[in-house]
C-alpha cells in the first residue's frame, strides 16, 4: 500500500537524474564542459542552503565539527559531472546512465566484498557475481545500440 | 573507439560517485542529509569555481544568453536528494535505489528515444530492451 505511493515518487527521483544529464550535457555542448558544471554545483549549493536553512532539524554535530576526510566527497561528485557533461553529447544519456550505474553497482559490491570505508563485508557470492557480468552485458548492448546507429547515419 | 573510451571513463566516474555514497551516508546521519548534500555542493561549487576562474576560458555570458531552461540542471539534482531523504526511512536503502534506477534509466531511454531536453534521438531497439532486461535481473539479483 505505502508502496504504491512511494514508488512513483522514486520514480520521478531517479528520472529527474536522467533530465539533469540531458540538460547539463545539451548545455556542456555549448558553453563547455566547465561552465556546465560549475553552474550546476552553484545553482545545487543555493537551492540546498536554501533548503538547510528552512527545513534541516538541529543535529548535534554540524559541517565544522566532523573529521575533514569525511567531507571529501565532493572531490568525487565533481568528477562524475564533468564525466556527465563531457559524455551525453557523445554518446547520448541511456549509454552515460547506463555507464554511471554499472560503476555505482560494480563499486559498491567491491565496497562490501573488501569491507572498504569501515563497512561490513559481505562477500560476492555467485549471484552478485552474475550480476556484474550482466551489468557489462547492458552497457556492451547499448554499445551496440549506438555503433549500429552510426553505420547506418554514415551509409545514409 | 572512442565510444569505448568514453563509456569507461564514465563507469569510473560512477565508482567514484559509489565512494561519494559511502562517505555522505554516514556524514548525513550526523549532521543532516541535507546539510551533508549543500557540503557536496558547496564544496564542489567552490573548486570548479576556482577552475573557472584559472583555466576556464568563459566567455561566461555565452552561459545567460542560452535558454534559461538549460541552465536549471541545478535544480533537479535537489529534487533528488529530497526524495531520498523521504523516502529511505519508509521503504528503505535497497528499495528506494531500485526504484531510483529505475526511474533513471526509463528516463533516459524515453530522453533518447523522442529526443527529448534538445538531446539527438536515438531510438529504442533490440539492443536497448535487451539491456534494460539484463539490467533488471542484476538489480533482482543484487537486492
Known amino acids: ?156 | 573507439m572512442q565510444q569505448i573510451a568514453t563509456l569507461l571513463f564514465v563507469l569510473c566516474a560512477g565508482m567514484g560517485l559509489s565512494v561519494e555514497a559511502g562517505l555522505l551516508g554516514p556524514l548525513g546521519e550526523q549532521v543532516g542529509h541535507l546539510s551533508a548534500t549543500l557540503s557536496i555542493f558547496l564544496v564542489g561549487g567552490l573548486l570548479l569555481t576556482l577552475a573557472m576562474v584559472f583555466i576556464g576560458r568563459p566567455p561566461l555570458t555565452t552561459l545567460f544568453q542560452q535558454p534559461r531552461w538549460l541552465l536549471t540542471g541545478g535544480l533537479l539534482g535537489p529534487i533528488y536528494v529530497v526524495v531520498l531523504t523521504l523516502t529511505t526511512p519508509i521503504v528503505g536503502v535497497g528499495m528506494t535505489m531500485v526504484g531510483i534506477l529505475c526511474g533513471q534509466i526509463g528516463a533516459s531511454l524515453i530522453i533518447d528515444h523522442f529526443g527529448l531536453l534538445g538531446s539527438e534521438r536515438r531510438a529504442i531497439d533490440g539492443y536497448r530492451l535487451l539491456a534494460l532486461a539484463l539490467i533488471f535481473l542484476a538489480l533482482w539479483l543484487i537486492y
Open chain 1, 1 to 156: 500500500m505505502m508502496l504504491t505511493l512511494v514508488f512513483p515518487l522514486l520514480l520521478l527521483g531517479g528520472a529527474v537524474l536522467a533530465a539533469q544529464s540531458s540538460v547539463n550535457g545539451r548545455l556542456g555542448a555549448k558553453v563547455g564542459v566547465l561552465a556546465s558544471a560549475w553552474l550546476t554545483f552553484v545553482i545545487g549549493a543555493v537551492v540546498t542552503f536554501l533548503l538547510v536553512f528552512f527545513f534541516e532539524p538541529a543535529h548535534s554535530a554540524t559541517l565544522f565539527s566532523v573529521p575533514k576526510w569525511q567531507l571529501t566527497g565532493a572531490l568525487f561528485g565533481v568528477v562524475y559531472m564533468l564525466a556527465i557533461v563531457f559524455a551525453v553529447p557523445r554518446v547520448g544519456t541511456a549509454a552515460a546512465t547506463v555507464a554511471v550505474i554499472s560503476g555505482q553497482l560494480i563499486m559498491s559490491l567491491l565496497v562490501d566484498h573488501f569491507g572498504w570505508l569501515d563497512n561490513d563485508r559481505l562477500p560476492l557470492d555467485p549471484s552478485r557475481l552474475a550480476a556484474i557480468v550482466l551489468l557489462a552485458g547492458a552497457l556492451f548492448l547499448i554499445y551496440l545500440s549506438n555503433a549500429r546507429r552510426e553505420r547506418q547515419t554514415a551509409s545514409a
